[in-house]
C-alpha cells in the first residue's frame, strides 16, 4: 500500500502552510503536492456558534484511546503565534478559521477548502515513523508507503519536558505546556476551572512572558520562575527587561529569578497543589505552564542528513546534504550572509521566509539567489509591541526614555551596527530599523549614536547608497562620505598630468 507525490511537505506547522501557497504561487499541479502532518486536537474543543468543518478543522471519528472524547480533529496548518497572543484572551479569543495560514503576512486564508480546491493532499494526523532519503521514501505508522521526489522537512520543534530535567509532574492535569493547538485547548479548560486562583509560569522566555500576559489578564493570580537574572535572557538587555518587569508587577505578576522548579505537591486526585523551588521557596499553585524551551525534531533524518546548530544543515537555497532534500523553519540551521555563519532561528518571520525560499529555489532555480535574511524577531503583549533585528552581539547603546512608551537599544561589533531593538515605534521607525540593521553602518561615536537614537536610522535608512555597485554591508560605510577622497585625488591626478607634460615638452626640445 502506497502513494507517490512529486512534492512532499512533512510537517503541518506555520511553515508548511507558507511553503503550499508558494507552490501554487509557482504553478504546481493538482496531486502533486501532499502535506503530511501529525499534530491532532480533540473534540473538547467545540464552538457554540460554528461545527468543527467551518472552524477549518477536519472531524473524524476514532474508536482507540481518545474514544472518551469523541471524535479526534485534524488541523491544518495555522498560525502558531496566536495561540499565545490571541487564543487565550477572556473576551473575543481568537479562533479558527481566523488563523488559518498564510492571513499573518496578509495572505490568503488556507482553510481546508482551500487545499481541496487548489489539488493539494493532507495527510493529518499521521505519524512518519521512519525516512529513508537515499529511496526517497516515507514509512507511516499505520504502515502505509509514501514516496516523493522533492521532501521538504518542516517537522519543527518539540516542548521540553520537565522529565528532560529530572522533575516528574508532566501529566498532572493542571500542568501545561503550550506548543499547538491541543495544548492551548488545554491552557483555556485550565484556566476556566480556576478563575481567580495562583499560576506558576516555569520559564522567562517567549512563551513565559506572553502566557503570564495572557493568564492575568484572565484574573489569574500569576509567579513566573526562572534561573536567570532578568526575562529574555537571550535577547534582552538587564536595561530592557526592567523596563518590562516593571509593567507586569504593575499587573500583579511576581518574578522569582535565580533558582528553578524541584518538584511538585501533587494531591490524591493528581493535581498539582504547590510548586517547589530549588532556594526552598514553596508556591501555592492550582495550575503550572511550562514554558523552558524547544528541540528541534530531527530524529528520523540522524545518520542521514547532516546536523549542525542542533537542527538540519543547509545551504543557501535550503538545500541538505541531500539534494532532493530541502528544509525550513525551526528545524533548518542555515547560512546567514550578513554575518557570516550559521544559525537555527526559532521564530515565526524565519519559518515563513525559509519556507518561501526552498519553494523558489526547487520550482525556479534559476531564478532564485541565496537566501539573505535579516534576523527579525518580535512579541506583542499588554499594550506592548517591539521588535529586534540583526544580531545582540558587542555593545549595547539604549535610547529612548525609558520611563515612557517608545524605547530602544542598538548592538555595535567591530565598529559596526549589527543590531536593533524598538518598542512602541510606527511602521516607518520599524522599516527604518530593518534597512539600517542590513546595512550595518560603521559607528565612530557611541554617545552621539546615543543622542541620535531612533534618529540615528531614520536618517541612514534615507541616504542614498555611495556606490549603487558596491552595497556589501562590509564594505558600506555611510558615516564617511568619498566626497573628500574624490577631490584628493582629483588633485594628485591633474598634478601628475601636468608633471608628465612638462617632462615630455623638455625632452622634444632636446630631440
Not at 509514501?146 to 518539540?158: E, P
Request: aromatic letters at 10%; hydrophobic letters at 40%.
Amino acid at each position: 500500500m502506497g502513494r507517490a507525490f512529486v512534492y512532499v511537505i512533512l510537517g503541518g506547522g506555520v511553515a508548511a502552510g507558507y511553503a503550499a501557497l508558494e507552490f501554487t504561487k509557482k504553478g504546481v499541479s493538482p496531486g502533486e503536492l501532499c502535506i503530511i502532518s501529525e499534530e491532532t486536537t480533540f473534540s473538547a474543543f467545540k464552538s457554540a456558534v460554528m461545527p468543527a468543518s467551518e472552524l477549518g478543522i477536519i472531524v473524524l471519528k476514532v474508536h482507540n484511546e481518545f474514544d472518551s472524547y469523541g471524535s479526534r480533529e485534524y488541523v491544518p496548518p495555522y498560525e502558531r503565534p496566536a495561540l499565545t497572543k490571541g487564543y487565550l484572551l477572556p473576551e473575543a479569543p481568537a479562533r479558527l478559521p481566523s488563523f488559518h495560514t498564510c492571513v499573518g503576512a496578509n495572505e490568503e486564508r488556507l482553510t481546508p477548502k482551500w487545499y481541496k480546491e487548489h489539488g493539494i493532499e493532507l495527510v493529518l494526523g499521521t505519524r512518519v515513523k521512519s525516512v529513508d532519503v537515499r529511496r526517497k521514501t516515507l514509512l507511516t505508522a499505520v504502515g502505509e508507503t509514501i514516496s516523493y521526489n522533492i521532501l521538504i522537512i518542516a517537522t519543527g520543534a518539540r516542548a521540553l519536558k520537565l522529565e528532560e530535567f529530572g522533575v516528574s509532574g508532566s501529566d498532572a492535569e493542571n500542568v501545561c505546556y503550550l506548543r499547538d493547538l491541543a495544548d492551548a485547548n488545554r491552557v483555556v479548560d485550565v484556566i476556566q476551572s480556576y478563575a481567580g486562583g495562583n499560576a506558576v509560569v516555569i520559564g522567562g522566555g517567549y512563551i513565559g512572558m506572553e502566557c503570564a500576559a495572557s493568564l492575568v489578564t484572565n484574573r489569574i493570580n500569576v509567579t513566573m520562575v526562572f534561573p536567570e537574572a532578568h526575562c529574555m535572557a537571550r535577547l534582552f538587555t538587564p536595561k530592557i527587561a526592567s523596563y518590562y518587569e516593571g509593567y507586569y508587577n504593575s499587573k500583579g505578576v511576581q518574578f522569582v529569578k535565580g533558582t528553578v522548579l524541584s518538584s511538585f505537591d501533587i494531591d490524591h486526585n493528581g493535581k498539582v497543589t504547590a510548586v517547589n523551588l530549588r532556594d526552598g521557596s514553596r508556591l501555592p499553585a492550582d495550575m503550572v505552564v511550562v514554558g523552558i524551551g524547544i528541540r528541534p525534531n530531527t530524529s528520523l533524518f540522524e545518520g542521514q542528513l547532516t546536523l549542525e546548530k542542533g537542527g538540519i544543515k543547509v545551504n543557501g537555497r535550503m538545500q541538505t546534504s541531500n539534494n532532493s532534500v530541502y528544509a525550513v523553519g525551526d528545524v533548518a540551521a542555515f547560512p546567514v550572509k550578513l554575518f557570516g555563519e550559521t544559525r537555527r532561528l526559532e521564530h515565526v518571520d524565519s519559518a515563513r521566509k525559509t519556507a518561501k525560499h526552498a519553494v523558489g529555489a526547487i520550482m525556479e532555480p534559476e531564478k532564485t539567489d541565496e537566501f539573505d535574511y535579516l534576523p527579525f524577531f518580535y512579541s506583542r503583549v499588554f499594550t506592548f509591541s517591539w521588535q529586534f533585528y540583526g544580531d545582540n552581539a558587542g555593545e549595547v547603546v539604549h535610547f529612548g526614555d525609558y520611563s515612557g512608551k517608545t524605547i530602544g537599544a542598538y548592538w555595535i561589533s567591530k565598529g559596526q551596527l549589527v543590531g536593533s531593538f524598538l518598542e512602541g515605534g510606527t511602521k516607518e521607525d520599524y522599516e527604518a530599523l530593518a534597512k539600517t540593521t542590513r546595512l550595518k553602518p560603521a559607528i565612530d561615536d557611541i554617545t552621539e549614536l546615543e543622542t541620535q537614537g531612533l534618529g540615528f536610522a531614520l536618517t541612514v535608512s534615507k541616504k542614498p547608497l555611495t556606490s549603487p555597485l558596491d552595497v556589501s554591508p562590509s564594505t558600506l560605510v555611510l558615516e564617511r562620505p568619498l566626497f573628500a577622497w574624490h577631490a584628493t585625488a582629483g588633485v594628485i591626478m591633474a598634478a601628475s598630468i601636468a608633471a608628465f607634460a612638462y617632462w615630455y615638452g623638455r625632452r622634444r626640445r632636446r630631440w
